[in-house]
Structures are given as C-alpha cells and as structure tokens.
Nanobody, 118 residues
Framework: QVQLVQSGGGFVQAGASLILSCAASGRALSSTGMDWYRQPPGMRRELVAS???????YYADSVKGRFTISLDNAKNTAYLQMNALKPEDTAVYYC????????????WGQGTQVTVSS
C-alpha cells in the first residue's frame, strides 16, 4: 500500500518562499511521478503542478515561473518549491499519486496548510 506523508507549509508574508515535501513509501516515485493539488478556502481542489516519471513537468498558469516541482529519487520524495508567494496561494496543499497508471489517484497526502498574508 502506498503512503504519502507531507511536511512543510506554514504562515508567511507575501513574497516569501516555502517548500513542501511529500515522502512516499510502497512505490518508487521514479516510476510514477507526482502531482500537487491545492484547495483554497471555499473552492474546489485544483491541480498546481505535476512531474512525470520521465521528468516532464506541468504547472498551472497561476504558479508558472514561481513554483518548481521536483523528485529526489534517492529519498523517494517529491518537493514543491514555492517562491514569490501571493495571498491567493493560500490553500491546503496535497500531493497525489496514481501508483498504477490507472488514470485515477489511489493515494493522497494528508494535506498541509499554506497561508500567505498581504
């Protein structure tokens, strides 16, 4: 069974940086890649960034140029480096994994709160 454990997040002022981590067990991220979602207060969960097993990345337009997704295969951990944070980045952030290539997520991290003050 795949488990995802998140760390990082917190309360910062606009313009600051944060890094989120998502440590996986039970499946090698080098074979699956990872996606990061966020859910702002009162809004739907949205895809923020993804990285494939081959290293291809995708970013939502709202974070392009500010966020960077990466994998550390040795640590089996995914990261989301967030720079130049804005108040509209405030959300609960989740990592998500489709461990079997089924097209649907079978594992989610527990979520971590990111709050950006103006």
């Amino acid at each position: 069974q795949v488990q995802l454990v998140q760390s990082g997040g917190g309360f910062v002022q606009a313009g600051a940086s944060l890094i989120l981590s998502c440590a996986a067990s039970g499946r090698a991220l080098s074979s699956t890649g990872m996606d990061w979602y966020r859910q702002p207060p009162g809004m739907r969960r949205e895809l923020v960034a993804s990285i494939s097993s081959s290293g291809t990345t995708y970013y939502a337009d709202s974070v392009k140029g500010r966020f960077t997704i990466s994998l550390d295969n040795a640590k089996n951990t995914a990261y989301l480096q967030m720079n130049a944070l804005k108040p509209e980045d405030t959300a609960v952030y989740y990592c998500a994994l489709d461990s079997n290539g089924s097209g649907s997520y079978d594992s989610w991290g527990q979520g971590t709160q990111v709050t950006v003050s103006s």
